[in-house]
């Protein structure tokens, strides 16, 4: 039985992920700075031992380190690592605050790069595996009033090809999901009619079909998929933004 390891992964993208992974037959460890028992309590009645939940600040070393403490006592091995945890802030950059700058920065991008400090040796010693990150179409493309957003997950995407180059030779795959609007608490329900009208196919995404997408980079399935920055937008990317 493979382990993977989520973060983010008490709400959103990263429960329906975690979720997808138990029903496939994986070993879970939930990582979250918020706990929500209930969710939790939740999952672990339906699937027992295959599921345990660490409380993790990401963007702190000693809580990282500590998860690591807490996954191996879970796992033996730990076969995938999926960096989801992420902030969003909505702010002109004039007008944005250091440490909000800071604490997106920390959380969506120097989170990654503490889980490769800590989790990646021994990955090595252990013959390899995979690691998904969550980037975003706005790591790829520009929003109106999400600089610090952008700039943290453009960061992510070619942080994504510099790892996949890195670890290949340790039989170490590394790629990321690019989602495109999903329905999360980080998207106020207000504007979900506005975000369906600019996709071509009239939706906004669902969590569960971004957790699709991690478990097809985390699985064999995707055997030669490498540095791969996986739009999933419903098309909203292809557009030249020329009107009908």
Same mark, same amino acid.
């Given at each position: 039985?493979?382990?993977?390891?989520?973060?983010?992964?008490?709400?959103?993208?990263?429960?329906?992920?975690?979720?997808?992974?138990?029903?496939?037959?994986?070993? *879970?460890?939930?990582?979250?700075?918020?706990?929500?028992?209930?969710?939790?309590?939740?999952?672990?009645?339906?699937?027992?031992?295959?599921?345990?939940?660490?409380?993790?600040?990401?963007?702190?070393?000693?809580?990282?380190?500590?998860?690591?403490?807490?996954?191996? =006592?879970?796992?033996?091995?730990?076969?995938?690592?999926?960096?989801?945890?992420?902030?969003?802030?909505?702010?002109?950059?004039?007008?944005?605050? =250091?440490?909000?700058?800071?604490?997106?920065?920390?959380?969506?991008?120097?989170?990654?790069?503490?889980?490769?400090?800590?989790?990646?040796?021994?990955?090595?010693?252990?013959?390899?595996?995979?690691?998904?990150?969550?980037?975003?179409?706005?790591?790829?493309?520009?929003?109106?009033?999400?600089?610090?957003?952008?700039?943290?997950?453009?960061?992510?995407?070619?942080?994504?090809?510099?790892?996949?180059?890195?670890?290949?030779?340790?039989?170490?795959? *590394?790629?990321?999901?690019?989602?495109?609007?999903?329905?999360?608490?980080?998207?106020?329900?207000?504007?979900?009619?506005?975000?369906?009208?600019?996709?071509?196919?009239?939706?906004?995404?669902?969590?569960?079909?971004?957790?699709?997408?991690?478990?097809?980079?985390?699985?064999?399935?995707?055997?030669?998929?490498?540095? *791969?920055?996986?739009?999933?937008?419903?098309?909203?990317?292809?557009?030249?933004?020329?009107?009908?």
């Amino acid at each position: 039985m493979k382990t993977v390891l989520i973060t983010g992964a008490i709400s959103g993208i990263g429960l329906a992920a975690s979720k997808l992974f138990l029903q496939r037959g994986w070993k *879970v460890i939930m990582a979250d700075k918020e706990e929500k028992n209930e969710i939790f309590e939740e999952i672990k009645n339906l699937y027992n031992n295959s599921v345990t939940f660490v409380k993790t600040d990401v963007s702190k070393d000693r809580d990282i380190k500590h998860l690591y403490d807490k996954s191996k =006592e879970f796992s033996k091995e730990i076969h995938c690592i999926i960096n989801n945890a992420g902030i969003i802030s909505h702010e002109l950059l004039h007008e944005l605050k =250091e440490n909000e700058w800071d604490a997106v920065m920390e959380t969506d991008v120097k989170s990654i790069y503490l889980t490769a400090k800590h989790f990646i040796p021994e990955m090595i010693k252990n013959g390899g595996g995979t690691i998904v990150n969550t980037a975003s179409i706005s790591g790829i493309e520009a929003d109106y009033k999400m600089p610090v957003y952008n700039a943290a997950k453009g960061a992510i995407v070619n942080l994504t090809r510099a790892m996949a180059l890195d670890y290949a030779e340790d039989n170490i795959r *590394v790629n990321s999901v690019c989602p495109g609007a999903t329905r999360t608490n980080m998207i106020n329900p207000e504007n979900i009619s506005k975000y369906a009208q600019a996709n071509p196919m009239k939706r906004i995404c669902e969590p569960e079909e971004i957790a699709k997408a991690m478990y097809f980079l985390a699985s064999e399935e995707s055997s030669y998929c490498n540095g *791969v920055n996986l739009p999933v937008t419903g098309g909203l990317d292809v557009h030249t933004g020329q009107p009908k």
